[in-house]
């Protein structure tokens, strides 16, 4: 990983403009933080998922379109903490199904806690952990003969252009067989006035988060930043329902990067994109799967329809 961070590094830093990729938030301290953003009031992303998950459960697993008595593999692609993915865990044990759950992260440390979470909890569940980037892990989705559901939830595919997200879902799709399901968890195209303290929160937790990225740079490349010396300064474009994080300068500054022998000028009020929350809508994610044999099949929402998690089926 070291190797790799390095490189992204560098060259995110060294391009105009600056950007990290998000993926680097999540060290121990990050998992952490990210735990208590989803606690947070303003956050209100994981709340509304939970709620469908946990009062639509039966709804859920008929959606899955599987049959008790034959096996199927459950894959979500980062897993996280699993709280969500409990309740249709629970009642899918419950109701006798037969299922392997293939919990893929890129945190060890997640995947850890998950499995640990889940064996004093559900001692029956069959888990196969995959510890890696899941861009780059797909092989997870191996040929087999038994059925799949992918779950993608998290909003984690608004962390992607819509381009790039038009060819993951149809990578995806080539890895899958007629039959197959995909449940995507998105957020809804919302006003300014909910989405963004969603991402910037009064606690100021969700700046921590964000600058706790630059802590990681300074312990694990040799790093120079002075955190005092930037803030987190999150965006929102309402019209086109995409919710953007930086980390802006404040001052005009050169750091220092041991590791990879270079020094970063940052002029006073540049910024670091360091992530984006895309906000959909049905006719956006009609657009992303255009191409692919994906089909919508279902569509759930929570009490407030603040939130979608889509039934997708491969044809």
Aim: aromatic share 10%; glycine share 6%.
């Amino acid at each position: 990983m070291s190797d790799e961070f390095a490189k992204d590094v560098a060259e995110g830093l060294l391009a105009t403009p600056k950007t990290l990729p998000s993926k680097y938030f999540y060290d121990a301290a990050g998992d952490d933080l990210f735990i208590q953003i989803m606690d947070l009031p303003e956050y209100y992303l994981t709340r509304a998922e939970m709620e469908i998950f946990r009062d639509q459960t039966d709804a859920l697993i008929q959606a899955l379109g599987q049959v008790p008595d034959q096996p199927f593999e459950l894959i979500e692609l980062g897993a996280g903490d699993g709280q969500k993915t409990f309740y249709l865990l629970k009642g899918l044990l419950a109701a006798g199904y037969d299922f392997t759950y293939v919990p893929v992260d890129i945190s060890s440390n997640v995947l850890e806690h998950l499995q640990r979470y889940l064996a004093d909890k559900l001692p029956d569940l069959n888990i196969r952990t995959e510890q890696g980037d899941y861009f780059k892990r797909l092989k997870v989705l191996q040929e087999t003969d038994l059925p799949r559901v992918i779950l993608y939830l998290g909003s984690n595919l608004g962390n992607l252009t819509d381009d790039k997200s038009k060819a993951f879902m149809e990578k995806i799709s080539r890895r899958l067989t007629a039959g197959d399901r995909l449940i995507l968890g998105v957020d809804k195209k919302k006003s300014a006035d909910i989405v963004l303290p969603a991402y910037n929160d009064s606690a100021g937790i969700t700046s921590a988060f964000n600058l706790n990225l630059l802590t990681r740079i300074n312990r694990e490349l040799g790093g120079e930043f002075d955190l005092a010396q930037f803030r987190h300064a999150p965006e929102y474009d309402e019209e086109n329902g995409i919710a953007t994080s930086f980390i802006e300068s404040t001052a005009d500054q050169d750091i220092k990067i041991g590791t990879i022998g270079k020094t970063v000028h940052f002029g006073k009020g540049e910024k670091i994109k360091v992530e984006i929350s895309r906000k959909y809508d049905l006719p956006i994610i009609r657009k992303i799967i255009a191409d692919t044999p994906f089909e919508i099949e279902t569509v759930f929402k929570d009490s407030r329809s603040y939130y979608l998690d889509i039934v997708l089926l491969r044809d």
